[in-house]
């Protein structure tokens, strides 16, 4: 059972467009959202991340839209650049300031043409 | 050094042999996990251990065990290679705060 859904499964933007990736989970316990962006060859490192109480949070070009009563949640690359080319993940767990182990979605490749 | 070192980076196995994937981390952290990569599938947890005397099962064991050697060390087993295993693995290291995980860089296992 996948608790945790991304949508789209790849996705292609111009340079200076926005990437939109999205997400929904089942599991009302999940307290903590992160993204994680992998480069190939390599394994996936901590984007951003977001916790239930705020509806949106950004960090540069990245922002993270959250919305609970849906349980859905979204990231956003705002003036995407050749160098996002990447796979995101979205992922979710439970366990308040201490979190034991993570749901990832299905990953999102991202292509950013130039 | 790299934080989260696995080995080896690729492999090339035959149906029913015994396979160790290993890793190792510097990080000084307790927890460790191991997941799978599948295109489509996403990462999925196959095994998990907070300290070195507690192991668990993820969601996907079946076929695979796992040794915590020390605080720094995780090995992963499969103890008799199918073809449906071949995947990329990832070991996870991470000290339970919103710090996030960090991965080492994968092992590609192919079982032929």
């Known amino acids: 059972q996948q608790q945790v859904k991304q949508s789209p499964q790849s996705l292609i933007v111009q340079k200076g467009g926005i990437s939109i990736i999205n997400c929904a989970y089942e599991n009302t316990a999940f307290d903590y959202f992160p993204w994680y962006q992998q480069f190939p060859g390599k394994g996936p490192a901590l984007l951003i991340a977001i916790r239930p109480d705020v509806s949106e949070k950004k960090e540069g070009r990245f922002t993270i839209s959250f919305n609970k009563s849906a349980k859905q949640f979204s990231l956003h690359i705002m003036d995407s650049q050749p160098g996002d080319s990447a796979t995101y993940f979205c992922?979710?767990?439970?366990?308040?300031?201490?979190?034991?182990?993570?749901?990832f979605g299905q990953g999102t490749i991202l292509t950013v043409h130039p | 050094d790299a934080d989260v070192t696995q080995t080896p980076r690729n492999r090339i196995t035959k149906t029913g042999k015994r396979i160790m994937l290993e890793c190792s981390q510097t990080k000084g952290h307790d927890r460790m996990y191991w997941y799978r990569q599948d295109p489509g599938l996403g990462l999925r947890l196959i095994y998990y251990?907070?300290?070195?005397?507690?192991?668990n099962k993820g969601e996907i064991s079946d076929g695979y065990s796992v040794s915590r050697q020390a605080q720094a060390k995780f090995s992963l087993s499969l103890e008799s290679a199918i073809p449906n295993q071949t995947a990329l693995y990832f070991c996870a290291t991470t000290s339970g705060t919103l710090g996030g995980y960090t991965f080492g860089s994968g092992t590609r296992l192919t079982v032929v």
């Open positions: 251990s907070f300290d070195v005397k507690d192991i």
């Open positions: 992922a979710a767990t439970a366990g308040g300031t201490s979190y034991g182990k993570l749901t």
